[in-house]
């Protein structure tokens, strides 16, 4: 039970510091909209901009995946799907899996996608 609630926190800690990091970086990039620097140029060949958007598409699949969980550790149970359905309560827990799964493989194959377009 107590390490359940230890990443549960550590779930609440990592969204909340993910968000302040994403609106540092929208700070980042009014900055650099303003400054004029904001070009194509610029995105190719600035490695600290190639570093913070990569950290920022990393923190996004994790902030997204961790209130996607949320979701579905709140609504997808025996007890929210059993109120639909009798035989959808006895699955909630594949059901639940899959949704994760799919999100999982989705934050996946994203992740390397935009990491490919940056660093390419």
Known sequence: MGSRMNIGRLFWYMQR????????????????????????IFFNSNIFFKISTSLFILLANIHGFIG?????TDYLTERTLGFLSQG????????????EL????LGCILTISYFYIIWL
């Open 88 to 99: 959808l309560g006895g699955v909630a827990n594949t059901i639940r899996k899959t949704y």
């Open 68 to 72: 996607l969980w949320t979701v579905g």
């Open 102 to 105: 799919f999100f999982i493989l």
């Open 17 to 40: 510091y993910s968000a302040l990091y994403f609106l540092a970086f929208i700070v980042y990039l009014e900055y650099l909209y303003l400054s004029n620097q904001f070009n194509f």
